[in-house]
């Protein structure tokens, strides 16, 4: 079948010949060897082989880091551009960073957490679900704990539910409109909460959606349910 290579501005090859090339962020390529197994490896921009096609997962890198894992019954880590385990092979399962967290999944209880690319734990694998965030640095992230079906709001300072109650489904914090979320207590009643509307008051009114963040964005700070037929996360 056919390979592909590098070539430099003169067209002359720069690097060995690989089954795939994928163009990747932060001056690196990823590659695939299908000698033998579908394998993975990273390619310098200069051509060079940073690692060998040896990975059957690697992601494209994220906040300076890909996700990888070495075999089937591997554990997933996180390398740097050199090829190096900045963070250690060491979860059952893994996310790449997004927004500067990562979701890992801790190999003894099957919880997850979150870490930042230093490898820190910025929220303990304790919970049956966690939603990803959708902006740098948030204070607040949901989660399901374990045991329960419900979401709750976790603050990201003090690692333990902030505020509100258990919600069948949520949108993230200013999502939607600034300082608040979209939460659902059941397939039929949404709210918006925040941490100066904790309560929720319900409304008798049907409205489609886009109608209702017009208004939520006019009365951000008011502590109100609207009652419409809206079942997306």
Known sequence: GSCQFLIDKEGKAK???YTTIFPCKEEVYLTLDKEGANKYGMLGIDGREIVPAMYDVISPSSNGLLL???SA?????FLDKTGTFAIAD???YAFSF??????VEDSEHGLWGMINPQGQTVLDCKWKTIVFPTEDNPQYLWAVPEGSEGYICVDLKTKQPAFGGEYKWIRNFNADAKGIALVGLDDTHIGCIGPETPVEHC???FRGYTDYLKEMEL???DQWVAKIPFTEQ
């Open 15 to 17: 690097s060995k010949l």
């Open 219 to 221: 009365s951000c700070n």
């Open 68 to 70: 990888v894992r070495k």
């Open 98 to 103: 997004r927004h500067g967290l990562a979701c």
């Open 203 to 205: 409304a008798n009114t």
């Open 90 to 92: 060491i979860y059952q």
């Open 73 to 77: 019954d591997g554990k997933f880590g």
